[in-house]
Structures are given as structure tokens and as C-alpha cells.
């Protein structure tokens, strides 16, 4: 059992990873300021796991870019902090492009101001979200991690900046266990559908667009371009269910735990592709409801597939993903229907 300080753990990715790592017995903190997540995700993170809240889960309103709030979490068991999982940041593309300075400072210069805190407390072990957004268009597919890192906007640049910077620090000085891990298309839900991806205003990823149009909230969706050089003309990607995501984070962080100084990279993906017209399907068959999509023009910055290869994670972490296409898109419509304005009116 460790003590773990989860950065931005009520968020989507973050609260299924703290209910992973609560059932594996560890005692966490959570360090989130709720920019874009609710307050009632730890509470239902808790009743999930079957603990009282406070029991074995810290909650700390505050910002990774505060020292005060970083002591506080810090501070948070008379043990101190064994590890970090560092979910806390923003990614948002299109916001990104807009407002780089916001970026840089939420993601690259909180990372820093972890990162120093973290070495003044003596924890030396951090699991990092990158993404495979750090590749921007690879050349080769499925894509290994040895894949040149050239990312096509400013989201992709402050991952990949702090990929570099979590290597300078592992090069300043031993002790170091870093992982950081390239998530592919983070998608579904619990299978309780008490948590779930809540985003904030009309979405702008797939699932939870279309999540919106079978559900009644959305009239139709759009499939950015038809004439994609893929069997079907739309595009392909690899997506990965969130719960499957969170179990990577506990072998990850097991792995860690286990060894010596190391730092290592790694995709998480299920390594298979599916089409936007393959999921609206899949999505159409889980709900019983019908997608009605128009096919429209590209968007910008996309890319025709992205396929994660995962054998290097699923050797160095005896992990794989386990839930096919029909369990995300079951899960993701069962929190879509439980709660179809999300946490707000809850
Ligand atoms: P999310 O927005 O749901 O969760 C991020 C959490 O961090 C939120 O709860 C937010 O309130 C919190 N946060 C933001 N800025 C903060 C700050 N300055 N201090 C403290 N807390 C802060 O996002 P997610 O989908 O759970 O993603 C988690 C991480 O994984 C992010 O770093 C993201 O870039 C990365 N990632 C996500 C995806 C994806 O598709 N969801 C893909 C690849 C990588
Ligand atoms: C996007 C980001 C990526 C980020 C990820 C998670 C871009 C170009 N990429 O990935 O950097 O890491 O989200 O936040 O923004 N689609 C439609 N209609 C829609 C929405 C999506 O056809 O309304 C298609 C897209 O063209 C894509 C697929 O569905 O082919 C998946 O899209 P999305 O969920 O936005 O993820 P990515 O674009 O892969």
C-alpha cells in the first residue's frame, strides 16, 4: 500500500484511475481545482470503491501551479507522498490554438512547479499523461513508440515539452522512475455509469457527440470528411476504454514501484482501428437509437488513421486492453443515459 497524490483525479481519465488504484488499497490525495471537472466525482469515486470519503481519498481544492496547494497535498498523510500520477492539465486542441500562453502555463509550467515540488519532498516517481497527439502525422502505422515526436499544435507541443522535461530531470540526478504514457482515444465509462466524460459546452470529440445525438440533445453529427484514404473514407482511430486506461496507470505505477531508476514511454492503445462510420454502428447497435450524421468537409489537423502498436507497454507492463468496441460503447451510453446532462444537474 502507498500513498499517492493523483493531480486532477476528479477529471475524466483521473477519477476512473482513482478507483483502480483505491481498489488496489493505496491511499490517494487528489490535488484538482475543478476548472473542468465537478465536485461530486470524488463522492461517487468513494461509493464506487465502498470507502467513506476522507477514509483512504484526500480531496484538495487547489492548483498545480500553487505551492501552498502542493504542500497541502504533500502534507496530506503523516507518511508522505510515495508517487504522483499527473493527470492535472488542459487538451483541448482548438482552446490550445487560441490560447497558447494557457497552455503552456496549466501544463508545461504546472508540470514544473510538481516536478519541483516533488523533489523538495524526496518523491521521485511520476506517472505522466502524454498522448499520441506527441506524434502529430506519423509516417508509420501502427505507430511504435520510437516514432519521431513532432506534434502539429500547441497541445501537443506542451506534452512533448514535458515528456522532454521529465528526461532532463531523470538526467539531473538518480532516483528517478518515470513513466510516460502515450494515451491513444480515452473513451467510455464505468460500467456503473456513475462516472463518466463530462465535457463542458457542445462537444468536440466523437463520443460524447454522439452520446449527445442518441440521446436526444444533438440533432445530427457531422463525420469531418468522407474521402479519407481508409476502406470506408471516414477516419480511423484507436480507441481505448477508460477503465482499460486506468488498469495501465496500476501496472504502470507497479512496474515503477517495483524497479530502479528508469523512465520509460509507452502507448497505451488496444492496437485495433475503428472508423467514425465503424462506431457510429457499434454506438447505434449499444444504444438501440438511431445516429443520424451528415458526412461533411475535413477538419483541420486531422489525420486519416492513428493506431497505437502496444507491445512494448504490454510486455514491460503485463497489461493489454480487455474491453472491445461493444463494452465502450455500452458503458458510454449507460452514464450517457443515467445522467444525460452529466454531473451539473445531478
Ligand atoms: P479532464 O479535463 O477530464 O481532467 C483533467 C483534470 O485536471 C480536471 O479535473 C481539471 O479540473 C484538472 N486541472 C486542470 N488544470 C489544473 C490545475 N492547474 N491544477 C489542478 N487541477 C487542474 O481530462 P482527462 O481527459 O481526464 O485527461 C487527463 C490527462 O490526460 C490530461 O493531462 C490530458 O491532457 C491527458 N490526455 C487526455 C486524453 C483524452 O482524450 N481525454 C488523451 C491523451 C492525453
Ligand atoms: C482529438 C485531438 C487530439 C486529442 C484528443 C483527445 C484533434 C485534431 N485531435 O483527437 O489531439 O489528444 O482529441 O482530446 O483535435 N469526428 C467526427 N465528428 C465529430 C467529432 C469527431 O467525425 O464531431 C471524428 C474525427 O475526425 C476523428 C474521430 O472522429 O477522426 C475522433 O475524433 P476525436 O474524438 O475528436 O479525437 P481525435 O481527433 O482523434
Redesign the pocket.
Known amino acids: 500500500m502507498a500513498q499517492l497524490l493523483i493531480?486532477?483525479g476528479?477529471?475524466?481519465?483521473?477519477s476512473h484511475a482513482c478507483l483502480v488504484l483505491l481498489e488496489a488499497g493505496h491511499r490517494l490525495v487528489v490535488?484538482?481545482?475543478?476548472?473542468?471537472?465537478s465536485e461530486s466525482v470524488p463522492a461517487r469515486v468513494a461509493e464506487l470503491s465502498g470507502i467513506s470519503k476522507g477514509q483512504r481519498l484526500r480531496i484538495i481544492h487547489?492548483?498545480?501551479?500553487n505551492r501552498e496547494d502542493l504542500d497541502l497535498a504533500f502534507n496530506a498523510y503523516t507518511d508522505g507522498i510515495t508517487a504522483v500520477l499527473h493527470?492535472?492539465?488542459?487538451?483541448a486542441v482548438a482552446e490550445s490554438i487560441k490560447d497558447p500562453l494557457l497552455y503552456w502555463d496549466?501544463n508545461v509550467n504546472?508540470s514544473r512547479s510538481l516536478l519541483q515540488a516533488m523533489r523538495s519532498y524526496g518523491c521521485r516517481t511520476i506517472v505522466f499523461?502524454?498522448?499520441?497527439?506527441v506524434y502529430g502525422h506519423p509516417d508509420q502505422m501502427p505507430i511504435p513508440e520510437s516514432a519521431k515526436v513532432k506534434p502539429i499544435n500547441p497541445y501537443g507541443k506542451t506534452?512533448a515539452a514535458v515528456e522532454q522535461l521529465l528526461n532532463d530531470v531523470a538526467e539531473s540526478e538518480p532516483g528517478w522512475r518515470i513513466a510516460r504514457l502515450r494515451?491513444f482515444?480515452?473513451v467510455g465509462a464505468h460500467p456503473s455509469g456513475l462516472i463518466g466524460?463530462d465535457p463542458k459546452g457542445v462537444p468536440t470529440?466523437l463520443f460524447p457527440f454522439i452520446s449527445q445525438v442518441a440521446i436526444g440533445k444533438l440533432e445530427k453529427l457531422k463525420i469531418w470528411g468522407g474521402d479519407w484514404p481508409t476502406p470506408d473514407g471516414s477516419c480511423i482511430r484507436d480507441y481505448i476504454h477508460v477503465m482499460d486506461l486506468a488498469e495501465g496507470h496500476k501496472a504502470a505505477l507497479d512496474v515503477l514501484l517495483m524497479g530502479n531508476s528508469q523512465i520509460l514511454t509507452l502507448n497505451l492503445g488496444s492496437g485495433l482501428g475503428y472508423s467514425v462510420l465503424e462506431v457510429v454502428a457499434a454506438f447505434s447497435r449499444a444504444s438501440t437509437k438511431s445516429i443520424p450524421y451528415i458526412i461533411s468537409e475535413r477538419r483541420v489537423g486531422d489525420a486519416a488513421c492513428t493506431v497505437a502498436d502496444p507491445a512494448l507497454a504490454s510486455k514491460i507492463l503485463n497489461w493489454q486492453t480487455k474491453r472491445n468496441l461493444e463494452q465502450i460503447c455500452k458503458d458510454c451510453w449507460k452514464w450517457q443515459e443515467k445522467y444525460p446532462h452529466g454531473y451539473v444537474q445531478n
Do not use: H, M
Not at 31 to 37: P, V
Not at 87 to 91: D, P, V
Open positions: 493531480t486532477g476528479a477529471g475524466f481519465i483521473g490535488l484538482d481545482n475543478f476548472s473542468n471537472s487547489g492548483d498545480i501551479r493527470f492535472a492539465g488542459l487538451k496549466v504546472g499523461s502524454s498522448s499520441a497527439t506534452k494515451y482515444n480515452p466524460e470529440n
